[in-house]
């Protein structure tokens, strides 16, 4: 079983930097795609980054140039440091694994998130 752990969420004001971190728990870390999602008030969750388990980073356009996504397989943690912070971004950031198994469906293991907020 795969348990996510969030934190490093909080208050920041625009312009403003916030690095959240995800503990995973398990043996699956190190082979599995990582993923940060956020979900506004009111909206669908949404694609924030991901990164394979060899490190090839992927980003929504909203953040490109503001947020990195890394991982430390030693410590089994994914990171988001996030730059340049707008009233936009504030949502509930939630951390995410991708169990890929041959022939079978994806499996997704989630966090319960973290609130960054970005607000004068």
């Known amino acids: 079983q795969v348990q996510l752990v969030e934190s490093g969420g909080g208050l920041v004001q625009p312009g403003g930097s916030l690095r959240l971190s995800c503990a995973a728990s398990?043996?699956?870390?190190?082979?599995?795609?990582m993923g940060w999602y956020r979900q506004a008030p009111g909206k669908q969750r949404e694609l924030v980054a991901t990164?394979?388990?060899?490190?090839?980073?992927n980003y929504a356009d909203s953040v490109k140039g503001r947020f990195t996504i890394s991982r430390d397989n030693a410590k089994n943690t994914v990171y988001l440091q996030m730059n340049s912070l707008k009233p936009e971004d504030t949502a509930v950031y939630y951390c995410n694994l991708q169990r890929l198994r041959i022939g079978l469906p994806r499996l997704d293991y989630w966090g319960e998130g973290t609130l960054v907020t970005v607000s004068s």
């Open positions: 398990g043996t699956l870390f190190r082979i599995s795609p």
């Open positions: 990164v394979t388990s060899t490190g090839t980073t």
